[in-house]
């Protein structure tokens, strides 16, 4: 089961003096990712780092990022990504910024800090499951249309297009765990 956050929202903590205020985000798109790092740089101009990890994608294929602007190699963004990680989170973004303090806190310092905030604000944010939904296509007379049609509420399915011509061509969308019982009603119906 994967989990994505309900909420973008933010914590704070402070090591040594540093200020680490984390953000997270649910975010579906790299193009989202993007947009949201080149604000949030612009917006935290005069902070000493910026540092994200972030996760896309379903069960079937994942795309994973992270970066440490500048700290020590993997002392930042892989903690952050780590966290996202362990937590079983997909389609979210974390976006840490440091103020330094005027201690410097190493390698390990660094990676537990990076750590910790992540962790704070995943904790603090309300977590839903993501739904991983299918699409199938379906060619379909009138009357099986309309069938599908008046029991598309019952069986759990979402008509998101249809060509209507000789046949219907027409696609349809379920959550993965009702792919089962969506089957048996098209096969039993000669939908398939």
Known sequence: MMLIPKENIYSKIEVKKSIFLSYIFHVTTREEINKILKKYKLKFKTATYVVHGFRIG??????????????????????????????????????????????????????????????EVINK????????????????NYNQYNLLIRMQN???????????????HTKIQFNIKNKNNILKFLQGNSLL
Not at 59 to 80: C, I, Q, R, V, Y
Request: glycine share 6%; net charge neutral; charged share 25%.
């Open 58 to 119: 379903n069960l079937n294929s994942f795309t994973n990022g992270m970066s440490d602007d500048k700290e020590p190699k993997h002392t930042a963004g892989k903690p952050t990504l780590e966290a996202i990680l362990n937590k079983n989170l997909t389609d979210t973004l974390i976006i840490t910024v440091r103020y330094f303090g005027g201690t410097l806190l190493g390698k390990q310092g660094l990676n537990k800090a990076y750590s910790k905030s992540a962790y």
């Open 125 to 140: 944010t309300n977590l839903i499951e993501k739904e991983e939904n299918e699409i199938l296509s379906l060619n379909l």
């Open 154 to 168: 019952k069986i759990e399915i979402k008509i998101i297009d249809a060509s209507f011509l000789d046949k219907i």
